[in-house]
């Protein structure tokens, strides 16, 4: 059983920054890669960064310069550190984990098998 613990959503304005975090905690599976997805009401979920075992990573075009992905001391930890907020990036975030290979510069949320709860981040003034 694989368990995501998501935390660092919230309200900001435009041109602000935030951090998104996530832990996986995992009984029986390796985790090979984590990454965050973010969904708008009535919209599909949408890859924002990925970060595989090791260390490759994928961006969507929409974030690359603004967004970064790192680990955290804990393999299974990762962040997301968002800068330069628009109102555009506002969606509930998912931390999601692999526990299959996969291709990172192909990955889509199909490669995830496991979702944490969802994170809402707002970017309003």
């Known amino acids: 059983q694989v368990h995501l613990t998501e935390s660092g959503g919230g309200l900001v304005q435009p041109g602000g920054s935030l951090t998104l975090s996530c832990t996986a905690s995992?009984?029986?599976?390796?985790?090979?890669?984590m990454g965050w997805f973010r969904q708008e009401p009535g919209k599909q979920r949408d890859l924002v960064a990925v970060?595989?075992?090791?260390?490759?990573?994928k961006y969507a075009d929409s974030v690359k310069g603004r967004f970064a992905i790192s680990r955290g001391n804990d393999q299974n930890t990762v962040h997301l550190h968002m800068n330069s907020l628009n109102p555009e990036d506002t969606a509930v975030y998912y931390c999601g984990a692999a526990l299959r290979p996969f291709l990172v510069l192909s990955a889509t949320q199909e490669d995830f098998e496991a979702w944490g709860q969802g994170t809402q981040v707002t970017v309003s003034s």
């Open positions: 970060i595989s075992q090791g260390d490759n990573i």
């Open positions: 995992s009984s029986i599976f390796p985790i090979l890669g």
